[in-house]
């Protein structure tokens, strides 16, 4: 794992302190890992679905979008700014499981208070 790390430039444990606390990733080293590695399909590193590999594409099919805003923006380029956008709406989902959390505790400290002046 620490050979990973550091082929993203990640300090040693940012992904074994991740799997170990079940906490999420930072999207930049996920974008890092999907940039390093594009034989992978994105969605397999960020999800663990879908095949493994991405299809093998000929060098002359990228194309680039050609609106005045974008032009130059290679598909390369697009596809990291779509993994950097489903690393960000998982690191979203995540938060909000703990924001959740954080106030079911808040509640149940609430009651606890309204209970002590109670007595």
Known sequence: MSALEASIGASKGVFTRALANNTDVQAKWLVNLAEKYPKYS??????????MLKPVLAKDSEETYLTSELEGVTNGEINTLKQLIASQNMTIKSQEKTIMSLERLL???EQEIESLRNK
């Open 42 to 51: 994105s969605e397999w590193l960020l999800r663990g679905e879908g095949e």
């Open 107 to 109: 509640s149940s400290f």
